[in-house]
């Protein structure tokens, strides 16, 4: 089991910026590819953003591609969504999910693990 702790949401203006944090609870969380999804009010949950487990490659959806960045520091156990240049369109709930020995999909249903969520709003 592995259990995910997201952190880091909240309301911001239009342009600004959030980061957010997922703590892993496992000490093999490098092992993990880690995916960032949301989801808004009315709609499926989207993918945002994936790392691969070896640091090595990133994904992002076309609707935040440079202006979101995700990283991870393995000797932390966490892995961040650095949100810039923030839209009302990317007002959801976030969530941080795991897929051991992933390769860094887009697919939800590829991950084995899931965070409980955190709200980011975006007021235009």
């Known amino acids: 089991q592995v259990q995910l702790v997201e952190s880091g949401g909240g309301l911001v203006q239009t342009g600004g910026s959030l980061r957010l944090s997922c703590a892993a609870s496992?000490?093999?969380?490098?092992?993990?590819?880690m995916g960032w999804f949301r989801q808004a009010p009315g709609k499926e949950r989207e993918f945002v953003a994936a790392?691969?487990?070896?640091?090595?490659?990133?994904y992002y959806a076309d609707s935040v591609k440079g202006r979101f960045t995700i990283s991870r520091d393995n000797a932390e156990n966490t892995v961040y969504l650095q949100m810039n240049s923030l839209k009302p369109e990317d007002t959801a709930v976030y969530y941080c999910?795991?897929?051991?020995?992933?390769?860094?999909?887009?697919?939800?249903?590829?991950?084995?693990?899931w965070g409980q969520g955190t709200q980011v709003t975006v007021s235009s």
């Open positions: 999910a795991a897929d051991l020995y992933g390769l860094g999909s887009s697919k939800s249903y590829e991950y084995d693990y």
């Open positions: 496992r000490r093999t969380f490098s092992r993990y590819a």
């Open positions: 790392i691969n487990w070896s640091v090595s490659n990133t």
